[in-house]
């Protein structure tokens, strides 16, 4: 089973960048969305942020798009894959 990063990397995340991951699987909703947009706040604009979750995190689009940051999501075995990244940091 190929790993977070693997998928991340067929992405068009910057590659040069830090990344931090956050499981938000086992958290019940609204919990993912909180817990990223928190997340968020405290990365610097040099981090790409990695949130796996069990399924599309379909609220937390608009309030991404909201905030500037790029995103793409990637369905896998893993669950589903969101990568967070501030376009020009």
């Known amino acids: 089973m190929p790993a977070v990063e693997e998928y991340v990397m067929g992405t068009e995340a910057p590659s ?3 990344r931090e991951t956050m499981d938000a699987r086992e958290l019940p909703p609204p919990q993912p969305l909180q817990n990223t947009l928190e997340r968020l706040v405290e990365l610097d604009d040099e981090t790409v942020l990695v949130q796996l979750n069990d399924r599309a995190p379909q609220h937390l689009y608009p309030k991404l798009a909201d905030r ?4 793409e999501t990637i369905e896998t075995e893993l669950g589903v894959v969101t990568v967070i990244w501030s376009p020009d940091p």
């Open 16 to 18: 040069d960048r830090a």
């Open 68 to 71: 500037g940051y790029e995103y």
